[in-house]
């Protein structure tokens, strides 16, 4: 008899424990949880040790994956949420994330005035730089690479864009072997404000 009902505790523990989700952060955090909902920008959940208690809820932008109590996997990237089922299969949903808003700019100077050069994001063209540029885009949030080139090699400005967020690509003109080179540089928000208070928009 006692076996008996060590066999059922063992087995109603492990259904127990089969029931429950993980949240998976990007930071490796993991949350025993019971997810309640999957928004567009946040996931609500329970503790799972106390399901009865307050729901909590947590950045879509902070979660690496969920793993679900039935064996499916949901991963959260940059733009697409991917569903993996026990059976491997993967498919992929769109998420609706607000891109990010880069100003590129370059100050009024007479230091390489008559250089003109063109800006990509990644391969993506983007704008034409000459002095007293102002241009603003939006962009898919995700690391970008932003570059320009006058003569060998690029000049390239990274930044890894949040949705939502403004950054400030600062372009200017330093000196090259034949012509003037591009120069790229994210600044401060607080120094962007500044800088283009004035600009021709």
């Known amino acids: 008899m006692k076996k008996f009902f060590l066999i059922l505790f063992s087995v109603v523990f492990i259904n127990a424990l089969n029931a429950q989700d993980f949240i998976i952060k990007k930071n490796g955090d993991e949350l025993s949880a019971k997810v309640q909902e999957v928004g567009t920008t946040e996931i609500k959940y329970k503790k799972f040790d106390n399901q009865d208690g307050p729901t909590y ?5 902070e979660v690496f994956m969920i793993k679900y ?7 959260f990237g940059a733009d697409v949420a991917v569903e993996q089922a026990g059976n491997n299969e993967i498919t992929t949903t769109p998420t609706s994330q607000e891109p990010a808003t880069v100003i590129i700019y370059r100050k009024n100077s007479p ?3 008559a250089v003109v050069y063109d800006v990509y994001a990644d391969t993506k ?9 102002y241009f603003s885009t939006k962009v898919e949030p995700g ?8 003569e060998p090699p690029k000049v390239t400005a990274s930044m890894n864009l949040e949705p939502g967020r403004t950054y400030y690509l600062k372009c ?3 000196t ?11 600044v401060s928000e607080s120094t962007g404000i500044s800088e283009t208070s004035k600009m021709r928009k």
Do not use: C, D, H, Q
Request: net charge positive.
């Open 57 to 61: 809820t947590i950045l879509r932008t």
């Open 69 to 75: 109590a039935n064996g499916t996997k949901e991963v």
């Open 111 to 113: 230091s390489g005035f």
């Open 125 to 133: 063209y983007i704008t034409k730089v000459g002095n007293n540029t």
């Open 143 to 150: 690391l970008v690479t932003f570059n320009a080139m006058t």
């Open 172 to 174: 200017g003109v330093s």
């Open 176 to 186: 090259g072997m034949w012509v003037g080179r591009p120069a790229l540089e994210f």
